[in-house]
């Protein structure tokens, strides 16, 4: 919710629940790109609360029949950053299966071109004329011609009773069966483009955009916007560290892990856009400080131990190593900083196989892998011919 509150303005969730079709925001700057909005359509379409929805990912929508080639599309989508439109089976709450015409497109942040969120219209369709494909337990939220299919209370009144089994066996799918008109396409396309609208005008600060500007997308090393591919897989990295970006004036943290958020006590929106100097005080030494300003310069890695404050001022011991990380053309794309907080001021044993020194490492190396997996202007995942 924060996420969301954060990004718009009050009188927007006003305006979404109006809305007349099923839809959801997702957040690909946190782990695992939940889901921080489901309209009541979306709801009522698939049978969960909003309580069930909400912090998870869109995945608990598959099913047995799901086909996974459509799930890689939706991926690759994600990671690249675009639009795209699929049919895909999906299941209700009650494990019934129903054809649905999902339409995704990002929302860009005007300040720096980063995904803020995902925009996903969910249209449901008919998946044949086949009687025994419906009698299989095909579950149809088209409501009849004399009723406003398109209006959430209308289509809920129209869902049958369902069988309370959660996801009943795989039945043998033809996804060329699942017919997909050019009708359905159209609405689909209207329905992303009506949200798209609502998020622009009724957003906070700078504000967000439906396209990315190419000026703002690329810094002068090519690698301004930490991009949702590369995100998703730095929320995997289950350790403190920030990525900051040298090519930027100040030298800004550019991602933070949620276990640097729960270290420090800041939110991310006080972090990101920050160099990481707000995290020094009044009894930080100075010499450590110089010794990470000198690394920066060469380009080299450094490990020092240093004097940090919380949020709330509170001081804590941080064992903290910097290491430049190279993009696949080699050139210096971020810097990682992992944090560590150590008891006191005392070295700790770095020799040992599971030392902090060791976990910090493969933080730093779980970050190259994801940032050298990347190629193309801001480190966007490419198609390669």
């Excluded at 795209?84 to 054809?99: A, D, E, M, R």
């Excluded at 942040?109 to 299989?136: A, C, M, N």
């Excluded at 406003?148 to 049958?160: D, E, V």
């Excluded at 396409?185 to 005008?201: F, P």
Aim: charged share 25%.
């Amino acid at each position: 919710m924060d996420s969301f509150k954060a990004a718009y303005k009050d009188i927007l969730r006003e305006a979404l629940q109006r809305a007349e079709f099923n839809f959801v925001l997702t957040d690909p700057r946190i782990e695992d790109n939940p889901i921080v909005y489901a309209s009541d359509g979306f709801l009522q379409m698939t049978g969960y609360t909003a309580e069930e929805v909400l912090g998870r990912n869109c995945r608990f929508l598959q099913g047995p029949a799901t086909n996974r080639h459509t799930i890689v599309e939706i991926r690759d989508a994600i990671r690249e950053e675009r639009a795209c439109q699929v049919s895909i089976l999906n299941y209700t709450k009650q494990g019934k299966p129903f054809w649905n015409l999902f339409h995704m497109a990002p929302v860009y942040s005007k300040e720096d071109g980063r995904v803020v969120h995902f925009v996903g219209v969910q249209t449901p369709i008919i998946s044949s004329s086949d009687p025994d494909w419906l009698s299989s337990g095909m579950q149809c939220f088209c409501a009849p011609a004399t009723v406003n299919a398109s209006s959430p209370t209308n289509l809920h009144a129209h869902i049958p009773h369902v069988d309370p089994c959660k996801h009943s066996a795989p039945v043998d799918v033809d996804e060329d069966s699942c017919e997909v008109k050019e009708a359905d396409k159209d609405k689909a396309k209207l329905s992303v483009n009506s949200v798209l609208s609502e998020l622009v005008s009724r957003c906070k600060g700078v504000g967000v955009t439906e396209t990315r500007c190419s000026t703002v997308a690329a810094g002068p090393g090519g690698e301004r916007v930490i991009c949702s591919s590369l995100m998703l897989s730095l929320t995997k990295v289950q350790q403190s560290f920030v990525l900051a970006n040298p090519h930027l004036p100040d030298f800004p943290i550019v991602h933070a892990s949620e276990m640097f958020l729960r270290l420090t006590g800041y939110s991310r929106e006080e972090v990101v856009g920050r160099n990481c100097r707000f995290l020094q005080g009044r009894d930080t030494d100075c010499r450590a400080v110089q010794l990470i300003s000198e690394s920066l310069r060469a380009e080299k890695s450094c490990t020092v131990k240093l004097l940090n404050y919380r949020k709330d001022k509170t001081p804590f011991w941080n064992l903290l190593h910097i290491a430049p990380v190279r993009s696949s053309s080699g050139k210096v794309a971020f810097f990682a900083g992992v944090q560590l907080e150590v008891a006191c001021v005392e070295e700790p044993c770095l020799r040992s196989e599971m030392s902090p020194h060791i976990k910090q490492l493969g933080a730093v190396g779980a970050v190259r892998v994801a940032v050298r997996s990347l190629q193309g202007e801001g480190l966007r995942r490419v198609h390669k011919s």
